[in-house]
Nanobody
C-alpha cells in the first residue's frame, strides 16, 4: 500500500522560500515518477511540477524558474524547493504517485503580501 506524507508547509512573506518534503513508502521509489499538485483557494487542483524516474522535470509556467522538484532515492523522499514565493502560490500542496494514483494528505503554504 502506497503511503505519502507531506511536510514543510508554512506561512511566509512574498519573496521567501520553503522546501516541501514528501516521504514515500509502499513503492519502488527509485523507478517511480512523482508529482506535486496545488489546490489554491476556490480553484481546482493543478499539477505544479513532476519528475520522471530518469530525472526529467516538468513545471507549470507560473512556477518555472522559481520551483525545483527533486527526488532522493536513498531516503524515498520527494522535494519541492520553492523560491521567490508569491501570494498566488498560496494553497494546499499535495504529493502524488501517478502509478498508483495515490495522494498525500497535503501541506498548507500561505504567502502573505
Amino acid at each position: 500500500q502506497v503511503q505519502l506524507m507531506e511536510s514543510g508547509g508554512d506561512l511566509v512573506q512574498t519573496g521567501g522560500s520553503l522546501r516541501l518534503s514528501c516521504a514515500a513508502s509502499g513503492m519502488v521509489f527509485s523507478t517511480n515518477p512523482m508529482a506535486w499538485y496545488r489546490r489554491a483557494p476556490g480553484k481546482q487542483r493543478v499539477m505544479v511540477a513532476s519528475i520522471t524516474f530518469t530525472g526529467q522535470t516538468y513545471y507549470l509556467n507560473s512556477v518555472e524558474g522559481r520551483f525545483t522538484i527533486s527526488k532522493d532515492n536513498a531516503v524515498n523522499t520527494l522535494y519541492l524547493q520553492m523560491d521567490n514565493l508569491k501570494p498566488e502560490d498560496t494553497g494546499i500542496y499535495y504529493c502524488m504517485d501517478p502509478k498508483s494514483n495515490s495522494w498525500g494528505q497535503g501541506t498548507q503554504v500561505t504567502v502573505s503580501s
